[in-house]
């Protein structure tokens, strides 16, 4: 019999309200000791919250029991909704933990519990994972469709596929003899070739979908007091980087988290690109050219129109020009010399505008794609390749090819969903093979 655990479900701090969550065999009893009673089904009661021991009120709190199989472990399941101060909490779970058959869960327990008595998956948990983690609403929105199960859906559907071209060739080795088997081979390889297209299909978006969910990555790049960590503060609406006029004052990156338009983007500030003897601003060079060539976007900022070089770097590069209110051209109406594409003042705000637009427009271009990807994160990607990989050996197969053999890709391919899913089980296949081949036979 499972433990039954407890832990606090809410935010950790103090709040006006905390959720408590029990899950296993003992809620019943739990709820009965510490509650008094358990409330009828779904349904909220106000209850006082007795220590067990002493008999002292904890609380008065809102209670609700969630009977299993019909719940979010799929055992029995209560939540007490209590007061957010610490003292409350830490007093209710210790109390609880101190029961019989009870204990403090481990982190991500209630949701394993959940994938493994098959009220979910493991990629809709990886879902509400990457729910509680979402910062912007386009990583919400990607995150919802992953709990919702569309990637399960879809798996469940391909691996159900894998199953019936694995029951064709294990027909096909277990009858031999049979009339209708030659023709089993062909259809095989072009089922194989029509899941290969469409999971390759799937696979296409997994880099946009893994890309959202990290962000895009901007670097603001450009000379030695062109205004990059004023640009930065102004940005992030804080101090984060020191502003001198001494020049190579920034000697290392600098990353801040922004919410652009709802989509999340690494804003990044680099040291001055230049030659210099110095060291250890030497060294900050070196991590800016190495954050340029991971960025999505590059902004080189020039204090001047000098027309300085840029460097060439694999993103798209927005050049601006900056210290509009010290430099001797007024802000431009029409078209900027040099070949710039903005001019700005972080300091007074003005230009700041129109960059924040085209900032925003970068990131929907990098990420908006993201949002309806199926494959959202490295593992998924992994498993769906070791799928591909299996069914193109099963495409290119040929009569000469032992039939064990593309049997056995098959098989390899249907354990790679199943990891994919968190549901591994071979015998479902010779279920579908008895069902199709030997009843009747």
């Not at 701090?13 to 000791?33: D, P, Q």
């Not at 029991?65 to 019909?70: H, R, S």
Request: aromatic share 4%; glycine share 10%; with cysteine.
């Amino acid at each position: 019999m499972a433990e039954t655990i407890v832990a606090l479900a809410s935010g950790v701090g103090r709040a006006g309200v905390a959720v408590i969550r029990l899950s296993g065999s003992s809620v019943r009893f739990g709820l009965e000791t510490i509650a008094g009673d358990v409330p009828q089904p779904r349904r909220a009661a106000l209850r006082r919250l007795k220590d067990p021991k002493s008999g002292e009120v904890l609380d008065e709190a809102l209670v609700l029991f969630f009977p299993g199989p019909a719940s979010f472990t799929g055992e029995d399941v209560a939540e007490l909704q209590v007061h957010g101060g610490r003292a409350i909490i830490s007093g209710v779970i210790a109390a609880l933990a101190a029961l019989p058959g009870f204990r403090l869960a481990e982190r991500g327990e209630f949701t394993r519990r959940a994938v493994a008595n098959g009220r979910m998956d493991l990629t809709s948990a990886e879902g509400i994972a990457s729910l509680v983690e979402a910062e912007t609403s386009s990583q919400r929105r990607q995150a919802l469709r992953q709990a919702g199960g569309a990637l399960e859906r879809a798996a469940m559907a391909w691996r159900q596929r894998l199953a019936a071209l694995l029951a064709l060739m294990e027909a096909e080795i277990d009858f031999p003899d049979e009339e209708d088997v030659p023709a089993l081979f062909a259809s095989v390889r072009a089922g194989a070739g029509t899941l290969l297209a469409e999971i390759r299909a799937a696979l296409a978006g997994a880099r946009n979908g893994e890309r959202l969910r990290e962000g895009a990555v901007m670097v603001i790049a450009g000379p030695p007091n062109a205004g990059k960590s004023t640009l930065l503060n102004a940005l992030a609406q804080r101090d984060v980087a020191i502003v001198s006029p001494i020049a190579g004052t920034t000697r290392d990156t600098l990353e801040v988290h922004l919410d652009l338009g709802g989509y999340p983007v690494t804003l990044i500030d680099t040291a001055g690109l230049r030659e210099t003897a110095d060291m250890v601003e030497a060294i900050g060079v070196e991590r800016a050219k190495a954050s340029l060539d991971r960025a999505d976007l590059v902004i080189w900022l020039e204090a001047d129109d000098a027309r300085a070089a840029p460097p060439v770097v694999p993103a798209p590069l927005m050049r601006v020009l900056t210290k509009q209110d010290d430099s001797q051209y007024p802000l431009p109406q029409g078209l900027l010399p040099g070949g710039f594409e903005l001019g700005l003042s972080a300091r007074s705000g003005a230009g700041m505008p129109a960059l924040l637009e085209r900032l925003e427009q970068a990131a929907r271009a990098a990420l908006e794609s993201g949002e309806t990807a199926l494959v959202t994160r490295e593992r998924h990607r992994r498993e769906l390749e070791t799928v591909t990989a299996h069914l193109a050996t099963v495409q290119a197969a040929d009569e000469a090819t032992p039939v064990e053999f593309v049997a056995e890709d098959l098989r390899l391919a249907v354990r790679a969903i199943g990891r994919l899913t968190g549901r591994v089980d071979i015998d479902e296949i010779y279920d579908v093979i008895f069902r199709e081949f030997c009843i009747g036979k």
